[in-house]
């Protein structure tokens, strides 16, 4: 079984340009508007810091060292309880569109280096062959069993291979494509903030915000990964991975 998916062009040296996001949704906001302040949701635990936190580093030892340890021993886990449903979707995939069943790409991880994610394919091959662009509702590039398999989160369970080798954590922000990073970042000057933290598999905006797909939602999704950053604790994340069972059983954010 072919599991090997064509290179993209940042698998082939494309390095940070500075496309236009084709599919992202201008609004009527000033580029340069201040930044967005939401609410903590209620069930979040928050911090008395004493200083702000400006990225991993600010974080204590003990809490970088919860963090991993929670990370190696849920995703460990969940790759053993998962596999028969991962085994499952891979045939499913190959049965109903040609070409392989793993999807990689470079994402931007922690401080915006790169590095390769895996997810289950859930697009027609070559659906990206003109460069990333976002997932639209009933975006025909998209499979019946691969829309499926995008509501239920199934495609994103090979990223638990990102998060034992250290690329992800568990809890964090989703990590962007790297052909976004220029253009977001001067559309939104505090989106670089949010990548003082590793990228995780869930995270505050997952649970409250859905998925981003236009200016408006992605200042939304900067706003809860910025929350996140200063109220990150082992206790926190035990609560996000716990809400995300919900996300996942009623298809919350899906495209």
């Not at 340069?32 to 939401?38: C, V």
């Not at 635990?45 to 400006?54: A, G, K, N």
């Not at 963090?67 to 995939?93: E, G, H, M, N, Y």
């Not at 398999?149 to 790297?178: K, Y």
Request: hydrophobic share 40%.
């Amino acid at each position: 079984m072919s599991v090997v998916v064509r290179e993209s062009r940042a698998q082939r040296g494309y390095k940070r340009p500075s496309e236009r996001l084709e599919r992202l949704a201008p609004v009527a906001e000033a580029v340069h508007a201040e930044p967005l302040q939401l609410d903590p949701p209620q069930w979040l635990r928050l911090l008395d810091l004493q200083q702000h936190r400006s990225n991993l580093h600010c974080l204590e030892r003990s809490t970088r060292i919860g963090k991993r340890v929670l990370d190696i021993l849920v995703a460990s886990l969940l790759l053993v309880l998962t596999f028969p449903l991962v085994l499952l979707a891979a045939i499913a995939i190959k049965v109903s569109s040609p070409g392989p069943v793993i999807f990689t790409q470079y994402r931007a991880g922690l401080f915006g280096r790169p590095f390769r994610i895996y997810k289950l394919r859930t697009m027609h091959r070559f659906a990206d062959q003109q460069g990333p662009s976002q997932v639209q509702a009933a975006d025909n590039r998209i499979f019946a069993v691969g829309r499926f398999l995008r509501r239920t989160r199934i495609d994103e369970l090979p990223q638990l291979i990102n998060v034992l080798r250290g690329e992800m954590s568990m809890v964090g922000p989703r990590p962007e494509c790297i052909e976004y990073l220029d253009e977001l970042s001067a559309k939104l000057p505090d989106y670089p903030r949010r990548l003082g933290l590793k990228p995780g598999l869930t995270g505050i905006a997952q649970i409250e915000g859905g998925y981003a797909n236009d200016l408006n939602s992605y200042r939304k999704k900067i706003a809860y990964d910025l929350l996140y950053l200063q109220h990150c604790s082992v206790s926190n994340d035990l609560r996000i991975l716990a809400r995300t069972t919900k996300v996942v059983c009623t298809g919350f954010g899906a495209l």
